[in-house]
């Protein structure tokens, strides 16, 4: 597969050595409400993020009306009890508030794009020029879903939450293969909220690796601590989900974040990738002027001519304008061909 080492979203470059691109995810947090969501995406503008990304579904896109076992959400969830087909009515965005979403964030100098979890959602969203689309983990394998997407000709991102290795090849082939070239993949943990001893972000350098493609970290964990070691790792994009007030709550507040922590976030993130900056040794452009406070090696004893090179008459001292520590074994013993005063450097033209 010959995917490109970084893609470009409405103008930005993500990938690679690129700053880490920063998404908040709306998701249900508008609480039906549609002055609620224009707020998040106000606040989102102010912490200083690249996108705010949307999902576009009806409950009819993702289950069945169904109260048999199987559509009722069980187990340790912060839905546990409702039903599917329920839960994703209430927190559906209704389409006729994406222009005016995806208008206020272009106003806002936010790039705006979407989860489609239907077929239905793209033509609406190619009206709007979205500029990219995301899969979610769920959707990883839903093969027509991705290929349709990547019809469109526009960058996918794939979250890959519960995904084994073989399961996220299949998916870039299915895009492959549909035509996409621009491709990115998240590292993702689709527990909600996610614990941090299961965020597993190890993974995130061998996707790299393994996938060639930009990689990032969906982060779903309660806190900063997980998005911001993504980027030290490397991570080239960091997704969370972020709400203006924890109250009213909705059906995604309990793993979300508040405007202050997502201006931290925004920081940190950023901090983390400048510190992780590339594979190199010797001295920084900042320590080259500190080379002089190194050990090098010093008269600390007037030496005659002819006098011999001892642990007494030379010593390994700061400054470090004099023979580089490691020519010591090899000074010893040998005669000065010239003078030298205390204080004065060492160098091999002194010596015999």
Not at 221 to 249: F, N, Q, R, Y
Request: charged share 20%.
């Amino acid at each position: 597969m010959n995917f490109a080492p970084k893609i470009t979203v409405a103008g930005r470059v993500i990938g690679p050595g690129e700053s880490p691109f920063i998404i908040a995810e709306l998701s249900a947090n508008h609480g039906g409400s549609l002055e609620r969501a224009l707020r998040i995406i106000d606040t989102a503008a102010v912490a200083g993020v690249d996108a705010i990304k949307f999902q576009a579904y009806t409950p009819d896109d993702l289950t069945l009306d169904s109260g048999k076992p199987g559509f009722v959400i069980e187990g340790d969830n912060p839905w546990k009890g409702r039903r599917l087909y329920e839960l994703y009515a209430d927190a559906a965005t209704p389409y006729d508030w994406f222009p005016k979403l995806y208008a206020r964030a272009r106003e806002r100098g936010l790039i705006p794009f979407t989860t489609p979890f239907g077929v239905g959602a793209i033509e609406m969203l190619e009206a709007l020029d979205t500029p990219a689309y995301k899969i979610a983990s769920f959707e990883a394998v839903d093969h027509e879903l991705m290929k349709a997407c990547a019809r469109t000709g526009k960058p996918i991102l794939i979250s890959t939450g519960m995904c084994d290795k073989t399961e996220i090849e299949e998916a870039l082939q299915s895009l492959h293969g549909a035509g996409a070239r621009e491709v990115a993949i998240f590292r993702c943990n689709s527990g909600y909220p996610a614990q941090l001893q299961e965020a597993n972000l190890a993974a995130l350098t061998d996707m790299m690796q393994t996938f060639g493609v930009p990689t990032g970290y969906s982060d779903h964990t309660i806190g900063l601590a997980a998005s911001v070691a993504a980027c030290a790792l490397g991570a080239s994009m960091i997704e969370k989900h972020v709400i203006d007030d924890p109250e009213p709550p909705t059906a995604d507040s309990s793993f979300s974040i508040t405007p202050d922590q997502l201006t931290h976030l925004v920081s940190m993130c950023r901090d983390a990738a400048l510190a992780r900056g590339e594979v190199a040794y010797g001295p920084s452009h900042k320590e080259k002027g500190s080379l002089s406070f190194r050990r090098s090696l010093y008269a600390c004893q007037d030496i005659a001519v002819g006098e011999t090179i001892t642990t007494s008459n030379v010593r390994c001292v700061r400054p470090g304008f004099g023979l580089h520590p490691r020519h010591f074994p090899e000074v010893l013993g040998r005669s000065a061909s010239r003078a030298i005063a205390a204080g004065d450097p060492l160098s091999l033209d002194a010596l015999e």
